[in-house]
């Protein structure tokens, strides 16, 4: 049984928040990757799936494939530099991008202050996003991971860790900007900035029931080329509440979340349920996650998992996820732009129901960190 302790020791080599300092000189170096494959089945040929829409009706790698590498450096006792670089397929072209790099000062054994370019600590699973081997599946639950599609940002934070006799409690608050990052809308790539991020987050950890985390973030958000006029100077809002616990032999993994864009588009609600049980080195994991719009459009789906531990830093993982909306939801289904603006006109003048979506997604993959 070493996965749980090579687990452990990845969660805390790639967190973005090390609780501990390097001495001067001293370096950290670490590298994490996935190689996988999806596939979209059912009867949605010629539809695309996902943040990025790279999950077609065609076995494709660049969903789910990445390698990265970070490096820590103790500058002094107290202060470290980590860079983080990974390559991964970003709306279908490949792309190598400096994901992290920040200064951190460990005040004390208590508070860190970090500066950089930083994690965006929005989800239960921000601070190892790109490291499946972290986490049971091959694709993070789409329903909530689909929403916020920045994954850092240049700025500050700090997090202030205390000790309890049964875990401890942190907080983290952050504050920055991101400029001029890609966004996926519609079938086609905007630049989005993100203006006056500000949040804060609160975790309880124990040593025996778990660990549960509160989160909220905000940004003004403007997005440039033909639908500036529509999203310009808009406040977004995203609120995420997540337990998980793992004990060796059980698993559980649960997350709620609730996306705000004041004015523009519905509010989204969304959740997953997630649990499994170890029978040495397989680990079969079932996940129900629902995303409902305020609108009453809804996207529900039941993922079914196998894992194999072939190495102690090598998991082999399979998944089946069967996806269906109602109520005119398109869910993480992609819609052109010509498609979306065909039903709405269609609606609106003659009362025709705008589709519904479903399909059976196929993933493989193999995570691994060395």
Known sequence: MFAPRILGLAMACFAAAPAFALDQGEYQLNGFGTLGLTYLGGEEKGRSYGINGQTTDSWRFDELSRLGGQLRYGLTDNTDVTAQVIAKAQHDSWEVNLEWLYLSHHVSDRLMLRAGRLRNPVYMYSEALDVGFTYPWIRLPDEVYHQVQITNYEGVDFIYTLPLSYGSFSI???????????????????????????????????????????????????????????????????????????????????????????????????????????????????????????????????????????????????????????????????????????????????????????????????????
Do not use: C
């Open 172 to 370: 983290q608050a952050n504050a920055g900007q991101a400029l001029n990052r890609d966004y996926f809308f519609y079938d086609t790539t905007e630049d989005m900035d993100y203006r006056n991020i500000a949040g804060a987050s609160v975790a309880l950890a124990t040593n025996n029931f778990g660990t549960l985390r509160l989160s909220y973030s905000e940004a003004d958000l403007t997005l440039d080329g033909v639908l500036r006029s529509t999203l310009d100077d808009v406040k977004g809002k995203f609120t995420s509440l997540g337990y998980q616990y793992d004990n060796g032999t059980w698993i559980t993994a649960n997350e709620a979340t609730r996306l705000v864009v004041e004015g523009l588009i519905p509010t989204k609600n969304a959740f997953y349920l997630m649990g499994g049980r170890r029978f040495g080195d397989f680990l079969p994991h079932l996940t129900y996650a629902q995303l409902d719009e305020q609108s009453g459009g809804r996207q529900v789906s039941w993922t079914y998992g196998l894992n194999y531990n072939l190495l102690p830093n090598v998991t082999l993982k399979g998944e089946y996820k069967r996806v269906d909306t109602s109520h005119e939801a398109s869910g993480v289904f992609v819609k052109t732009g010509e498609e979306y603006f065909t039903d709405l006109f269609m609606k609106q003048n003659f009362g025709i129901v705008q589709p519904t979506y479903d399909g059976d997604i196929f993933s493989i993959g193999i995570d691994f960190v060395f």
